[in-house]
């Protein structure tokens, strides 16, 4: 809030419709360019330009088609933001019909008549409709992100952004970490090698197909455990070359991923080295002996014609699985999270962001929960005894006694004697024998 010349920061979040002081500056910005348009305008003689109308839909084709050049998006947020984005019909596998919210609630209407209070109203009956607080904020950060797109020079000249003014919904922090134990890892590992989560062949196969398969449900149990042993993530696990793997020095070099059924680069667009555990250079080992695509540029997980693997279908093995091997079903990534919190019990924290590849130290910050050891709550008790005043310590230790017709004026009770102080104590204290 403004009070005078003085701005006065004003607690909790900005009401619908008004901006806090780094908004307001940015609007400033805004009406002052706008209307040294004008001027210009009027000083040439001519009316300002009024912009062509624009429908949300050309909006949002102009802008996916934006974001889908120079690598500006990975290909797996470009997915999200088509599916948000499209217009209602049919999916093109399967006779469902597309959700489209964005779309059939505002198809048809231009851009700039759409005001902040109809986008403030959809964002609610999202809420309504039960999507969670993160989906609707991802609806509002694409729409936020389509418009700012519309303001830039030489789009379409849209005048402001009415998705600024919409409340973002309140989310939970990151839940603690599910993970797995390592008995746990190597049962599943276990019943992948007896292809218990894939469906049994019918009828009579030669030896060569029973032979791949073995190596498909051998290479799935690698896998398993080679994400837990290592932390990658599902996508940097199907893009993996041999080229990124040094057996000798034990280090793995991780620089790209596989998103959306593509070859991009990491999460964090940037390559980071780890060290492999001999049991995780073990599962690479199983994985050469199929003694082939085992060159430079040959994935290393691949399937029956040296292709990258599905992520969903393995996805969907993983939970199979599980079940065959009698264990409480978790997300693949969870073997992710069973690293970090290994990980956090040796290592200090930047390592295993670095590792891990983290952008931000906070998201490393969620595995600390398995660092408490079984001495912590004895030093804190003791932490707590320390702080005590010298006064305070009294009361928890008997005092020796003091002798009759002595006067307790001036005592002070320690913790292991007492010392006597004051005139009469010092006179008692002289007439005692040494």
């Known amino acids: 809030m403004r009070h005078g010349d003085e701005w006065t920061k004003r607690a909790g979040r900005p009401k619908p419709g008004f901006f806090d002081e780094a908004k307001a500056y940015v609007r400033m910005a805004e009406l002052i360019a706008e209307r040294e348009r004008e001027l210009t305008a009027a000083t040439a003689g001519t009316p300002a330009p009024t912009p062509a109308p624009v ?34 019909g049919p999916h093109k596998r399967g006779p469902k019909q597309r959700r489209a919210r964005i779309m059939r609630q505002f198809a048809g209407r231009e851009a700039a008549s759409i005001t902040t209070a109809e986008f403030a109203a959809f964002l609610d009956s999202l809420v309504v409709d ?52 390592l008995d746990e890892v190597e049962a599943i590992a276990v019943a992948a090698r007896q292809g218990l989560h894939r469906d ?4 009579d196969y030669g030896p060569a197909v029973l032979k791949e398969r073995q190596r498909l449900n051998e290479q799935d149990a690698a896998i398993f455990l080679f994400a837990a042993f290592t932390g990658l993530r599902r996508g940097e696990i199907l ?139 004895k030093n804190l008790a003791e932490a707590f005894e320390s702080s005590r005043e010298p006064n305070e310590k009294v009361s928890s230790h008997r005092a020796t006694p003091v002798n009759p017709g002595t006067s307790t004026r001036g005592t002070r009770i320690g913790r292991k004697s007492i010392r006597i102080s004051g005139p009469r104590a010092k006179a008692t204290a002289a007439r005692s024998p040494r």
């Open 130 to 181: 039960g999507l969670a607080p993160r989906t609707v904020n991802k609806h509002r950060e694409i729409l936020h992100a389509m418009y700012e797109f519309g303001k830039r020079p030489g789009t379409f000249g849209l005048a402001e952004n009415p998705v600024t003014g919409t409340e973002k919904q309140r989310t939970d922090g990151p839940s603690r970490a599910d993970t797995f134990s």
């Open 55 to 88: 429908f949300i839909e050309d909006l949002a084709n102009a802008y996916l088609a934006y974001l889908g050049r120079g690598g500006r998006a990975k290909p797996s947020t470009l997915q999200d933001h088509r599916a948000a984005l499209a217009q209602p």
């Open 239 to 377: 893009a993996l070359r041999w080229r990124n793997v040094d057996l000798e020095n034990r280090l793995l070099v991780v620089d790209s991923a596989v998103s959306a059924g593509v070859i991009s680069t990491t999460k964090s667009r940037r390559f980071r080295t780890l060290p492999l555990t001999e049991a995780a250079c073990r599962q690479l080992r199983i994985v050469a002996s199929r003694l082939r695509w085992c060159d430079r540029d040959d994935f290393v997980f691949c399937g029956s014609s040296g292709n990258f693997l599905d992520g969903t279908m393995l996805s969907k093995r993983f939970r199979r699985v599980q079940k065959a091997a009698e264990v409480r079903v978790r997300r693949f990534h969870d073997l992710r999270h069973t690293f970090g919190t290994t990980a956090v019990l040796r290592f200090d924290l930047p390592k295993v962001k670095e590792w891990m590849g983290h952008a931000d130290i906070s998201t490393t910050q969620r595995y600390l929960h398995s660092r408490p050891r079984s001495d912590d709550a």
């Open 200 to 203: 049994q062949p019918e009828g």
